[in-house]
């Protein structure tokens, strides 16, 4: 959908909101100052039609958010393993969320050959899911049910690559938190569809379960 906003409205309408909330509660600003305690951590695609709060009725200072293409848990991706021991160890959220959504451009142009630059070497973590997975995906009877399909799998393999980290095991032994939980929203519904809920202490496969912790 096309924009007409200008970069100058974008302005506009924040001190509009801004001025808006405070008539709304007075104290609004003034106790998220204070203190940010979001229960939720959301993994997100940086997609635009894809906004954590909105969909989620969630208000500012109610949800931890970090967003990149295509919704990836990658182990050396410093930005994310940093917004992770953030949010589960000083934070201390109680939930994790992965969110994938049908018609994910990163996902359809990782099942593609074309080079994106880059981009190739994040979307080539899509592609290893893909080969994971490759007799189901390829058992679909066309290309849009394949491209689906890629998706909530991708969903399924990030909250399994959450799991897999010291910082989820080391909260899972010891606090016994956060909850896992795989979701994928519809771009042409507005649907949040729940796919996957991994419980603190989940049986991991053992080569991936750090005893020593
Ligand atoms: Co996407």
């Given at each position: 959908m096309p924009t007409t906003k200008t970069i100058e409205s974008l302005l506009e309408h924040n001190q509009a909101w801004a001025r808006r909330r405070v008539e709304e509660d007075p104290q609004f600003f003034k106790r998220l100052l204070g203190l940010q305690s979001p229960k939720f951590l959301w993994v997100g695609c940086s997609d635009s039609r894809v906004p954590a709060n909105e969909i989620t009725g969630t208000e500012p200072g109610e949800i931890f958010v970090h967003r990149n293409v295509a919704n990836l848990v990658v182990h050396t991706d410093i930005n994310l393993l940093s917004v992770?021991?953030?949010?589960?160890?000083q934070l201390k959220v109680e939930h994790v969320i992965v969110c994938g959504h049908y018609g994910c451009g990163g996902v359809l142009a990782a099942m593609r050959r074309n080079s994106f630059g880059v981009l190739n070497k994040w979307l080539r973590n899509i592609k290893d899911v893909y080969r994971l997975h490759e007799a189901d995906l390829e058992a679909c009877p066309d290309e849009p049910a394949r491209a689906r399909l890629l998706v909530e799998l991708n969903v399924r393999e990030q909250?399994?690559?959450?799991?897999?980290t010291s910082i989820l095991q080391k909260a899972w032994k010891y606090e016994h938190r956060p909850v896992l939980h795989g979701w994928v929203y519809g771009l042409e519904n507005g649907l949040l569809k729940p796919l996957v809920t991994m419980q603190p202490g989940h049986d991991l496969h053992p080569l991936y379960r750090y005893e020593d912790l």
């Open positions: 992770l021991e953030y949010a589960v160890t909250v399994l690559n959450l799991a897999k």
